[in-house]
């Protein structure tokens, strides 16, 4: 059992002023820790217009997480970040798109652009209609992972997507050779990604998902601000320096109220492909407590494993090949909980 997980089922016993929710559930509770002396800290956020209410909150979290028989000393701040957002834009749908659905990371190397792809493939296997965006203008992705070459047909107004496994696609790597460098400004970048975006012939869609560059950047935040998504997914490694950019993404996806779905551990742990056996490479169980901690769920914890990266190196999606079903099943299962949430 996690460290802070008692503390976590104690705080649920509040309640948020607000919602009525618990507080863990209603994220008021931020970067809960707790050391092996038994001092535990975490901050209560809280909307300015409850501040009062903050106040009381705070000292009946105080002496409840002090009554518990492991705690020695607890110090939490309060604070009113909650209504501190980016100043709101008009957000437009896409025609024929259903649901859009974004996949990051915050950092990049985590599994991201694999993930996504695999989920597109096990959404399409559930009978949807799919179709995957890749946003990483710099270094496009999806061509490789789909095993797609040329370009898409165009009318002179709008491009045709790549249809490759059952997938609409779309990406900069179809466009650009693989090897020329992407030598573009921040106005250049937006203006491509809007055109892959709305000058597209997508037709009708169940699920677009778009697979986002690493970071918070400018891509991130325009997409976020400019078009109506109905959620997000985090993807990330068990270690430390990958929790930490995760988070920053959770908190920008927050900022802008797109709605977080859940989290992904990717390369959970490592399973070994001639006997099978299972080693925790990484500190296995990071992104579980981490969303624990924010309130989101924690959807799959994907191994990692040679077919996965020998079907991701082939082109061919999980499932779409023979010898990987054992693993595409994860993924199946992930669809579907993707799937509940959106619908």
Wanted: one cysteine or more; hydrophobic letters at 40%.
């Amino acid at each position: 059992m996690p460290l802070t997980s008692f503390i976590i089922d104690a705080l649920k016993s509040l309640k948020d002023p607000e919602s009525g929710q618990d507080i863990v559930s209603a994220g008021l509770v931020q970067g809960l820790s707790m050391t092996t002396e038994g001092i535990v800290s975490f901050v209560l956020d809280i909307k300015p217009s409850f501040i009062k209410e903050g106040g009381i909150l705070k000292e009946e979290a105080e002496s409840l997480i002090k009554a518990l028989p492991e705690v020695k000393e607890v110090y939490v701040a309060l604070t009113t970040q909650r209504e501190k957002k980016i100043p709101s834009f008009a957000k437009e749908n896409v025609p024929g798109i259903a649901h859009i659905l974004v996949v990051g990371s915050g950092k990049g190397g985590v599994g991201k652009s694999t993930t996504a792809v695999n989920l597109a493939y096990a959404m399409h296997a559930l009978g949807l209609r799919i179709g995957i965006l890749d946003a990483d203008i710099y270094g496009p992705s999806l061509p490789r992972l789909l095993g797609i070459t040329g370009q898409p047909t165009s009318d002179g107004k709008t491009m045709n997507p790549i249809q490759a496994h059952g997938l609409k696609a779309m990406s900069m790597g179809f466009l650009v050779p693989e090897d020329s460098p992407m030598i573009w400004r921040g106005p250049m970048i937006q203006k491509a990604l809007q055109q892959m975006l709305r000058q597209v012939h997508w037709g009708e869609l169940d699920v677009l998902i778009i697979d986002l560059p690493p970071g918070t950047g400018d891509i991130c935040l325009t997409l976020a601000q400019s078009t109506s998504l109905s959620g997000a997914l985090i993807v990330s490694t068990p270690q430390d320096l990958a929790l930490i950019d995760a988070r920053k993404a959770l908190g920008m996806f927050k900022t802008v109220d797109v709605p977080v779905l859940g989290c992904i551990e990717n390369m959970s742990y490592f399973l070994c492909p001639h006997c099978e056996g299972r080693s925790d490479i990484f500190e296995h169980g990071g992104v579980r407590r981490e969303a624990e901690k924010l309130g989101v769920p924690l959807l799959a914890e994907i191994p990692l494993h040679m077919k996965i990266r020998e079907s991701a190196e082939q082109g061919i999606p999980l499932g779409a090949n023979k010898f990987s079903e054992k693993e595409a099943h994860l993924y199946q299962e992930l669809a579907k909980e993707v799937w509940a949430l959106l619908s």
